[in-house]
Nanobody, 115 residues
Framework: QVQLVESGGGLVQAGGSLRLSCAAS????????MGWYRQAPGKQRELVAA???????NYGDSVKGRFTISRDNAKNAVYLQMNSLKPEDTAVYYC?????????WGQGTQVTVSS
């Protein structure tokens, strides 16, 4: 498996920005997808954004135009730039990587957006 460590969460006012980072413990040589999911209290975990190793991206409808996912394959890292944050973005954000035989999750980082 692969260990993932997230960082960058915190408290921000509505309209503000945060950048989340996630570092994998090793290189994954096969085609893989790195993504961010979030889970708010009482709600199911949902996809925020995902990026495959070739660079194609996919976003949840609620964050399109506000969030940007990127990755640095040389650093085994994925990032989530979050702009124009809203109180409804408040959740624990989890990093995920999927590849052949791999489905790993980070421990989560709290993002709280105050109104």
């Amino acid at each position: 498996q692969v260990q993932l460590v997230e960082s960058g969460g915190g408290l921000v006012q509505a309209g503000g920005s945060l950048r989340l980072s996630c570092a994998a413990s090793r290189t994954i040589f096969s085609t893989n997808v790195m993504g961010w999911y979030r889970q708010a209290p009482g709600k199911q975990r949902e996809l925020v954004a995902a990026i495959i190793s070739g660079g194609s991206t996919n976003y949840g409808d609620s964050v399109k135009g506000r969030f940007t996912i990127s990755r640095d394959n040389a650093k085994n890292a994925v990032y989530l730039q979050m702009n124009s944050l809203k109180p409804e973005d408040t959740a624990v954000y989890y990093c995920n990587v999927r590849a052949a035989g791999i489905d790993s999750w980070g421990q989560g980082t709290q993002v709280t957006v105050s109104s």
